[in-house]
Structures are given as C-alpha cells and as structure tokens.
C-alpha cells in the first residue's frame, strides 16, 4: 500500500515558500551585479552633469566588477529617466538621477511616478552651482542696483533662464517675490542659450550655472550674486543671497542616485559603497572642482530623509509663487 506523503497546514505554506527563496535572493545578492549597471541621467552628453556622472560611474565600475553607463535620457523636463526608472525590475541593474525638476513637475502635473513611493534612494551626490550674472559693461555693478532699476522699470528688466519653471526660473521668481518687484523672464531650451543672448544684449541678465564661468574669468560677463550656501572658491567676492538678507534662500538643485522601490538592502548597500567610494576618485573631484560644484554625501537613510524634506521645500515654494492650489 503506497504512502502518502505527508502534508503541511496551509498556513505553513507561505513561510516554507520564503525560506526556500531565501537561499536563491542571497545567492542573487551575492552575484550582483550580474551584468552592466545602467545610469539613466536627464541630460544630454557632453555637459557639466554628463561629465560629472561619467567620472562617477568610471569610479564605481572598478568596485563593482561591472561597466556602469550613462544613458542620457534628455527631454520631458527631466522626468524620463526617474519615469523608466520606477517601472523597471528593482535588481539594482537601472538607476536613474533624481533631480528637482523630475520632483516639482509630479507636483504642477500628472505623472507616472511618486517620488516619494516608487524608489529606492541610494546616495545623494551634489548640488548645483547658481548665480545671476550680467555683461561686464552693464551698468549695474551689484545685485542692490539691479533691483533697484527693476522696481523703477517694473516688468522691463529681462533675465534669461534655461526653461519656464525650472528652478533657474523659480529662483528669479522667488526673488522677485522677496523684493516686491517685477522682472521680465524670458525661458530658453536650455542654459547654453542663454549665454549668447546675453553677450548679443537680448537681455540684461541670466541666471545661469557655472558653465558660464568663462565668460567671468575673461571679462565680459560678471556675477551679482551666488545662490550656494557658502561664497565660491572660484569668484571669492561675490556675495551670496543669505548674505543680502534673503534668510534661508540656498538654491542648489540637489541630486542623488535612486533605483526602483523594492530594491533588496544588500543590493542597495553594494551600489552605495562603490559610488561614495568613486566620490573621492581625484577624477571625480576635478570634475565638480572645476565646475564649482561641492561634494554633499548622503547615505540611502538620510538621502531618503532628505528627499522627503525636499518635496515640502518645494510644494511650499510652488504655492508661494502660486503655481499651485494652496
């Protein structure tokens, strides 16, 4: 008479199917990567981010064991990456570079993704450096004069930023806001037009990167002030809008590298230690040295904390500037 084999409480069943998965997710963590990492990054090649992230991937690639690419991923307003991203597996394999721009438009707009919900933060990198810079022959020779000719030319003073509503734009905005005056804000495709339309006198200023920064060393542009924290190496006496008196006003565009939700810790935690240990590659610190960019490390928890602080930061401005419904 044949046996039966014996039989498990149904209850038991999900617990036994988790222990058997167990050695197969821990022989997975234990391989990865497995294949090629891919960066999806919201701008086009050859730029000071392009750049930035290239050094950084060269860097993690050699504590990874595996080649880590740049997909550049420009166009809708920085959303396409962070939108592949969260739809990808979450097998460490696809990051994306979270970056303002891809937060606030989930805010003005429907979008497929939640910044908050979707994905996995992994280590946030740096931030931007911001300014608003004039021709050397303009006739304002601080930011005090300049808003003091907008407010007796109201809506006349033109300031070029690199698209409506990003945080170029929104900085001037918030500005403007602070001091009670108008400006004239004419968008570009990007910030590189802006550049010739400033010296071609298109406009009277720019708020503008430090990819214009040649232009300042050579004399034939000038800065009136820098939105970092702390006054630049580069252009030592340019104040900063904290010290104007615009308490709080640090605008840097933040960014960091996010998976997809879901990602396991262990996979988190490999890619986290490759990239922080790629940040002090000296090649990746020429990179943003030259760019006048400051490294800002955030480990996954804090980057998370962060991320979660920055959405509030920037829904708070949005209504302000009443770009959204209180």
């Keep these: 008479m044949p046996i039966a084999p014996p039989t498990l409480p149904r209850r038991a069943l ?29 701008f086009t090649a050859g730029g000071t981010t392009d750049q930035q992230m290239r050094a950084l991937a060269e860097g993690a690639a050699r504590r990874l064991g595996q080649p880590v690419i740049i997909e550049n991923r420009p166009g809708g307003g920085g ?9 990808a597996r979450p097998d460490g394999h696809t990051l994306a570079q979270m970056i303002t721009p891809a937060m606030r438009l989930a805010m003005l707009q429907p979008m497929s993704y939640d910044v908050l919900r979707d994905f996995s933060p992994v280590i946030h990198l740096t931030g ?11 006739p304002w020779e601080s930011w005090r004069d300049f808003v003091q000719a907008a407010r007796s030319r109201p809506g006349q003073l033109s300031v070029g930023n690199s698209g409506a509503n990003g945080t170029l734009h929104l900085g001037m905005l918030e500005l403007g806001l602070r001091e009670d005056v108008q400006f004239n804000h004419v968008p570009f495709r990007g910030e590189a037009d802006t550049i010739p339309a400033l010296l071609g006198g298109h406009v009277d200023a720019v708020a503008n990167s430090a990819g214009l920064g040649e232009l300042v060393d050579n004399g034939k542009a000038r800065w009136l002030n820098v939105w970092t924290a702390q006054r630049s190496r580069r252009w030592p006496d340019v104040p900063t809008l904290v010290e104007l008196g615009y308490d709080g006003m640090v605008i840097t565009s ?19 230690d490759a990239f922080r240990a790629a940040m002090d590659d000296p090649a990746h610190r020429a990179v943003l ?8 490390y955030l480990g996954p928890d804090e980057y998370a904390a962060a991320l979660r602080a920055q959405v509030e930061r920037e829904r708070a401005l949005l209504r302000r500037l009443k770009l959204l419904a209180a």
């Design 254 to 272: 933040p960014y960091g590298l996010v998976g997809p939700a879901g990602m396991q810790p262990a996979v988190v935690g490999r890619l986290h």
């Design 128 to 138: 931007y450096f911001f300014g608003l810079a004039v021709r050397a022959d303009a």
């Design 14 to 42: 999900p617990g036994l199917a988790a222990g058997l998965a167990l050695p197969r997710l821990a022989r997975a963590e234990a391989g990865f990567p497995s294949r090629p990492v891919s960066i999806l990054v919201p």
């Design 79 to 87: 959303t396409l990456g962070v939108a592949a991203t969260a739809k």
């Design 289 to 296: 040295q030259k760019a006048d960019m400051v490294a800002e």
